[in-house]
Structures are given as structure tokens and as C-alpha cells.
């Protein structure tokens, strides 16, 4: 006699936690981009990454650009005259070397952007010293700290060392003394 069992079935269904339908998988995809954008070491090496990328397809189509190059002038039919070969590979090199001059100038590309986003790190650095150094001389010329003249007991009521210069003067003396 065979009995066969009923199957248990959970009256509660079960949500699957790994679910993504309902969220994101990240909350902000372009934290991380942030981050790097905000340091420029990090955008430094990030773009460097992309350097290398870069510079790794040049490589390989330069050597995709020669083959295709001997092959193409290569491939000669029947009945060619000279030179034809070559006209008819030359939109063939011409869409490659195009490809790799595109290429070349974001390689550079990518170098100066690095480079001019260490120098905006520099650069505001040098605006914040050269302002605050402003503001520094703004608040001395705003408020100079007032220094009292020592008083000399002594040369209250004695003549001073240079006679021209210390006591009170009429009109007439004014040849030897500068004028105001």
C-alpha cells in the first residue's frame, strides 16, 4: 500500500531578500565617482586606468592598421594596373588611422585633465592663502595697533639734540626746514 504524504505549503510567502525589483542596487551609482571627483590623486589614478585602457587599443589596432595595410594593398585582381591595389585599400587605412589619431588624442586628452586637476587643487589652495593673507593686512590697515610715544622727562623742558626739528619754528625758518 502506498501512501504518499501531503506536502506542507507555508500559508506566508516568503520574500526574497535579494530582491532588486523594488530599489536600486546601489542607492547612488555616481557616489563613488563623487568620491573621486572630490580627490585628485584618486582622479589621477582613475583616469591613469583609463589611460592604460586606452593606450593598450592603440597598441593593438597599430598592429591591426599594419596587417590590414599589407593585406589590403596585397590583394590584387586580374586585370589590376599599378596602383589600383592602393586605391582601394586607402579608405580602409584612412577609417583606421583616423580610429588612431582619435585615440591618440585622448590619451592626451586624459594626461592634461589629470594634470589641470592637480593645478585647480593648487590653484585654490593659493586662493585661499593669498585671501586670508589679504583679510590679514585688510584688519591691520583697519585697525593698526596704537603704540603709545615714550615720554622723555628729561627733554620736556631741554633742548632736543637737533634744534631744527624739535621745537616750535616761525615762517621764517622755513629755508632750512622741507615744506610740508
Same mark, same amino acid.
Given at each position: 500500500?502506498?501512501?504518499?504524504?501531503?506536502?506542507?505549503?507555508?500559508?506566508?510567502?516568503?520574500?526574497?531578500?535579494?530582491?532588486?525589483?523594488?530599489?536600486?542596487?546601489?542607492?547612488?551609482?555616481?557616489?563613488?565617482?563623487?568620491?573621486?571627483?572630490?580627490?585628485?590623486?584618486?582622479?589621477?589614478?582613475?583616469? !591613469?586606468?583609463?589611460?592604460? @585602457?586606452?593606450?593598450?587599443?592603440?597598441?593593438?589596432? *597599430?598592429?591591426? #592598421?599594419?596587417?590590414? &595595410?599589407?593585406?589590403?594593398?596585397?590583394?590584387?585582381?586580374?586585370?589590376?594596373?599599378?596602383?589600383?591595389?592602393?586605391?582601394?585599400?586607402?579608405?580602409?587605412?584612412?577609417?583606421?588611422?583616423?580610429?588612431?589619431?582619435?585615440?591618440?588624442?585622448?590619451?592626451?586628452?586624459?594626461?592634461?585633465?589629470?594634470?589641470?586637476?592637480? !593645478?585647480?587643487?593648487?590653484? @585654490?589652495?593659493?586662493?585661499?592663502?593669498?585671501?586670508? *593673507?589679504?583679510? #590679514?593686512?585688510?584688519? &591691520?590697515?583697519?585697525?593698526?595697533?596704537?603704540?603709545?610715544?615714550?615720554?622723555?622727562?628729561?627733554?620736556?623742558?631741554?633742548?632736543?639734540?637737533?634744534?631744527?626739528?624739535?621745537?616750535?619754528?616761525s615762517i621764517y625758518n622755513l629755508d632750512r626746514r622741507e615744506s610740508a
Amino acid at each position: 500500500m502506498s501512501t504518499t504524504s501531503p506536502k506542507y505549503t507555508d500559508p506566508t510567502p516568503v520574500e526574497d531578500p535579494v530582491s532588486t525589483e523594488d530599489k536600486p542596487f546601489f542607492d547612488d551609482p555616481n557616489a563613488a565617482l563623487r568620491e573621486i571627483a572630490q580627490n585628485p590623486a584618486a582622479y589621477a589614478h582613475y583616469l !591613469a586606468d583609463f589611460h592604460r @585602457v586606452v593606450l593598450d587599443m592603440a597598441a593593438k589596432l *597599430e598592429v591591426l #592598421q599594419r596587417e590590414t &595595410r599589407v593585406h589590403c594593398r596585397g590583394t590584387r585582381v586580374e586585370g589590376d594596373k599599378m596602383g589600383q591595389a592602393f586605391l582601394r585599400s586607402f579608405p580602409v587605412e584612412k577609417s583606421l588611422n583616423d580610429v588612431l589619431k582619435g585615440l591618440k588624442s585622448i590619451s592626451s586628452g586624459l594626461e592634461k585633465s589629470a594634470h589641470k586637476r592637480h !593645478a585647480h587643487d593648487e590653484k @585654490v589652495m593659493e586662493v585661499k592663502k593669498t585671501r586670508k *593673507e589679504k583679510a #590679514q593686512l585688510k584688519a &591691520r590697515k583697519n585697525n593698526p595697533s596704537l603704540q603709545a610715544a615714550p615720554e622723555n622727562p628729561e627733554q620736556r623742558g631741554a633742548q632736543s639734540p637737533n634744534p631744527g626739528y624739535g621745537g616750535p619754528t616761525s615762517i621764517y625758518n622755513l629755508d632750512r626746514r622741507e615744506s610740508a
